[in-house]
């Protein structure tokens, strides 16, 4: 699995709906505070996508009071609507606000990959997209261990962003 966003790119302009019914633009959200951006299949998605999503959520449930004390801000990010993310929400009791990616916009502009099932599309494994102020990507997690996620992306934000290597000179 691939996605076109990566370290060190600006994090696209794109507004989704939230639970708490505000459209937010993802890029001006970010500049609040670094973010974690968890895109991520599980409200409606069938068989082994939904347990990787669910996995996911549970880690970032679990890890939410590190993340609030190390001043990042979580999001978590699905194809459903925002009805369908309400009612995942709250029987999930989530810390964190829920974005609908419904028409699929930002997943489309990130190369996050989907799969459908019948006629729902969602993330097909979850992906984790950590940025800081600047609005910069710092890190992007593909297929990472639900039990890593945490300190994963408090080390992603909270280490320098490595130089670029000059190819000219090779350093």
Same mark, same amino acid.
């Given at each position: 699995?691939?996605?076109?966003?990566?370290?060190?790119?600006?994090?696209?302009?794109?507004?989704?709906?939230?639970?708490?019914?505000?459209?937010?633009?993802?890029?001006?959200?970010?500049?609040?505070?670094?973010?974690?951006?968890?895109?991520?299949?599980?409200?409606?998605?069938?068989?082994?996508?939904?347990?990787?999503?669910?996995?996911?959520?549970?880690?970032? =449930?679990?890890?939410?009071?590190?993340?609030? +004390?190390?001043?990042?801000? *979580?999001? #978590? !990010?699905?194809?459903?609507?925002? %009805?369908?993310?309400?009612?995942?929400?709250?029987?999930?009791?989530?810390?964190?606000?829920?974005?609908?990616?419904?028409?699929?916009?930002?997943?489309e502009m990130l190369g996050i990959e989907t799969v459908a099932s019948g006629a729902?599309?969602?993330?097909?494994?979850?992906?984790?997209?950590?940025?800081?102020?600047?609005?910069? =990507?710092?890190?992007?997690?593909?297929?990472? +261990?639900?039990?890593?996620? *945490?300190? #994963? !992306?408090?080390?992603?934000?909270? %280490?320098?962003?490595?130089?670029?290597?000059?190819?000219?000179?090779?350093s």
């Amino acid at each position: 699995m691939t996605a076109t966003i990566a370290a060190g790119d600006a994090l696209p302009s794109v507004g989704l709906r939230a639970t708490d019914r505000f459209l937010l633009n993802l890029r001006s959200q970010v500049t609040k505070q670094p973010s974690l951006l968890v895109f991520f299949g599980a409200p409606t998605l069938q068989g082994a996508g939904r347990r990787r999503g669910l996995k996911a959520v549970e880690a970032l =449930v679990a890890g939410h009071g590190r993340l609030h +004390e190390a001043g990042i801000a *979580v999001y #978590g !990010v699905s194809c459903d609507s925002e %009805e369908q993310q309400t009612a995942f929400a709250e029987e999930h009791e989530l810390p964190f606000l829920l974005l609908s990616d419904e028409r699929r916009s930002a997943v489309e502009m990130l190369g996050i990959e989907t799969v459908a099932s019948g006629a729902n599309v969602n993330v097909e494994r979850p992906v984790a997209i950590a940025a800081d102020i600047d609005g910069v =990507v710092r890190a992007v997690l593909i297929g990472f +261990e639900p039990d890593m996620l *945490v300190d #994963g !992306v408090i080390r992603a934000l909270s %280490e320098p962003i490595p130089a670029a290597e000059d190819a000219s000179t090779g350093s």
